[in-house]
């Protein structure tokens, strides 16, 4: 079982729709992490949030850290083929542990 | 500036053959961490070093599995034997300091037959 649970695994959206992805954990996390990965490559960071309740927004992408630390959102504005990609959120628990999720799948078609 | 750089980036060979990663982290880095990603069991972390010293190695699976980094600027993840199961993408990740924010390599695919 993982730690951290993405929802949902897969996801095929037209170009312009708007999108949630969540991360949820029974744990209480001291940080964590948004990362997306293309293929190919390896997963590249994007965002990290510590505070609960914290927003933060990267241009059409906006993040949310639950008020208890142990979930978080990324939202999508306007969906573009370039979004496309596996998103993967990671959280450090309070023993110094570090975990990734499950990972969801984008597809946004033109 | 380079990025992680890890070799091969493919690597295919029969099942009980000897298999070596290699990584380069960024220099300056001072954390380094070696990962397994499967469709299965996605990314998974195996082993994490901290000033060249393994501080967490939890991950790695069982003996034939063995990482070093005999300095700064290069790390090496072994498998010996290798088995059909051992075929995953490999990520080496490295940071400044500690779990973030890594900065991951492009992978080692790895492919045992």
């Known amino acids: 079982t993982q730690l951290l649970e993405q929802s949902p695994q897969f996801l095929s959206i037209q170009e312009g729709e708007n999108l949630t992805v969540y991360c949820n954990s029974s744990?209480?996390?001291?940080?964590l992490q948004w990362y997306r990965q293309e293929p190919g490559e390896g997963p590249v960071l994007l965002v990290t949030?510590?505070?609960?309740?914290e927003v933060k927004k990267l241009k059409r992408l906006t993040f949310q850290f639950g008020d208890a630390r142990k979930d978080s959102s990324l939202h999508i504005t306007a969906a573009q083929p370039g979004d496309t990609g596996l998103y993967l959120c990671?959280?450090?628990?309070?023993?110094?542990?570090?975990?990734f999720g499950s990972g969801t799948k984008l597809n946004v078609k033109p | 500036d380079a990025g992680v750089i890890q070799s091969p980036r493919h690597e295919v060979t029969e099942m009980g053959q000897e298999v070596t990663l290699r990584c380069k982290p960024i220099?300056?880095?001072?954390?380094l961490f070696w990962y397994r990603q499967t469709m299965m069991r996605g990314l998974e972390l195996l082993i994490y070093?901290?000033?060249?010293?393994?501080?967490?190695d939890s991950g790695m699976p069982e003996d034939r599995f063995s990482a070093k980094m005999p300095n700064a600027s290069f790390s090496t993840l072994k498998i010996q034997p290798s088995e059909p199961r051992d075929s995953a993408v490999y990520f080496c990740?490295?940071?400044?300091?500690?779990?973030?924010?890594?900065?991951f390599g492009d992978g080692t695919r790895l492919s045992i037959l």
């Open positions: 744990s209480v996390f001291s940080s």
């Open positions: 220099s300056g880095h001072n954390s």
């Open positions: 949030v510590v505070t609960g309740g």
């Open positions: 990671a959280g450090e628990d309070n023993f110094n542990k570090f975990y």
């Open positions: 990740a490295s940071s400044i300091q500690g779990w973030q924010p890594q900065h």
């Open positions: 070093f901290n000033n060249n010293v393994p501080i967490d």
